[in-house]
């Protein structure tokens, strides 16, 4: 039998749960969720260890566990560091709720009855001396998914008292495997969407063998020099995406032109430079951060901070600072990298120019950036030669 509960118990408890769900829809990082949500899951029953897992085709991956009582570092990780994994069967307890989508409260799994078709391990048990004495596992069910995987809580204090609080796990698990199922949706979207830009980038100078090791040198080194000038996590992201877009204009170039082995005529220079102007028009109009970025830099990565650059003739920090720090990575690249018109020039040549330039083409602060990692510069180099 239940035991009865009072109106005030039932409205702290539905204050939590609220609470909770609160704090798990904020998040955005999947692994720091996946603990958020078997923390919350502990916290309902006052449990101190738990896990989760998901179904991976034929297997369960342990993706969080947790406990008060040990450190958990040396269980959660296979012998390859990977998190741990075991078969998608009815043999594990996890295992059988996963496929069933049935809720199980297990009071000694020590001593369980021959009749059922999953058992216990007790191995970590016995390599941590923590003792298992009760197991809640609760199916995480998407309504159109189905189980997706299941969520365990060991030795729960609450687990058999109140059947509000079993009602509430089940409703939690639900909201859980919604807000999963949407997070890796949009992780999905987001990776092909990032995806087609390095794609499209390649994309506008798809004849030349080295394209897409010079954009994805760019990208890095951009994403340096701007963690180096104070950027947080984010805006490095943002312009290791955006910057893989610099020469998107080049798609409207003559081929003739691109790979002409010499240098340019008058005219043949003006159809080059207006790889700018095209490029932006190609990014021009979005509502996404990095592609306003992205535009920003394909048009103003050839501005010059005296002013004698193209296509504006912007000076200084009129400049926006993405483009300042992609000029300083692109031209780095094309000195020290053969081009169809020029070989590779020697390394101290090209820094040695990367200086002269310094408050000239330059912004001083991005070339201060540039020297300070240099050396990381260097291995992008190397790693994509």
């Known amino acids: 039998m239940f035991e009865e509960i009072s109106s005030k118990e039932a409205k702290q408890t539905l204050m939590f749960i609220f609470d909770a769900a609160v704090d798990i829809e904020m998040e955005k990082d999947q692994t720091v969720f996946v603990e958020k949500v078997l923390k919350h899951a502990r916290r309902i029953f006052e449990a101190p260890a738990g896990s989760i897992a998901f179904v991976d085709g034929d297997f369960l991956d342990f993706l969080s566990f947790q406990n008060d009582e040990i450190d958990t570092s040396a269980i959660s990780k296979d012998q390859n560091g990977d998190d741990l994994r075991i078969p998608l069967n009815h043999s594990s307890i996890v295992g059988h709720v996963a496929m069933t989508g ?21 191995s970590i048990d016995k390599l941590s001396g923590f003792k298992t004495e009760s197991i809640l596992a609760i199916p ?38 919604v807000s999963i199922i949407n997070m890796r949706l949009q992780e999905s979207l987001t990776k092909a969407y990032l995806e087609t830009l390095a794609r499209l980038g390649h ?86 951060e990095i592609l306003k970025l992205s535009e920003e830099i394909a048009m ?79 291995e992008i180099q190397e790693e994509h030669k």
């Open 102 to 122: 049935d809720l199980l409260q297990i009071n000694d799994p020590y001593h369980l009855p021959d009749s059922v078709p999953y058992k216990f391990d007790g």
């Open 140 to 177: 995480l069910r998407h309504p159109t998914e189905g189980i997706i995987g299941a969520l365990e809580i060991i030795n729960p204090r609450q687990t058999f008292v109140h059947e509000l609080n079993l009602g509430i796990a089940k409703s939690f698990a639900v909201m859980s495997a």
């Open 203 to 288: 994309a506008a100078e798809y004849k030349d063998e080295d394209t897409f090791k010079h954009i994805q040198r760019i990208r890095y080194s951009s994403r340096i020099i701007g963690r180096e000038l104070g950027f947080s996590v984010e805006e490095q992201e943002s312009i290791f995406h955006a910057s893989a877009m610099h020469d998107v204009g080049k798609v409207g170039i003559p081929d003739a032109i691109l790979g002409k082995k010499g240098k340019l005529d008058a005219e043949e220079w003006e159809q080059m430079r207006s790889h700018s102007e095209k490029g932006a028009s190609i990014l021009r109009g979005s509502e996404t």
């Open 300 to 378: 103003h990565h050839h501005e010059k901070w005296n002013g004698n650059g193209y296509p504006d003739g912007l000076k200084g920090e009129a400049i926006p600072l993405g483009a300042r720090i992609v000029a300083v990575a692109d031209v780095f690249d094309a000195l020290v990298n053969e081009r169809p018109y020029k070989k590779a020039w020697p390394m101290q040549d090209a820094l040695a120019l990367i200086k002269e330039e310094r408050g000239q083409h330059f912004d001083p602060q991005v070339v201060d950036a540039f020297f300070t990692c240099l050396d990381e510069i260097l």
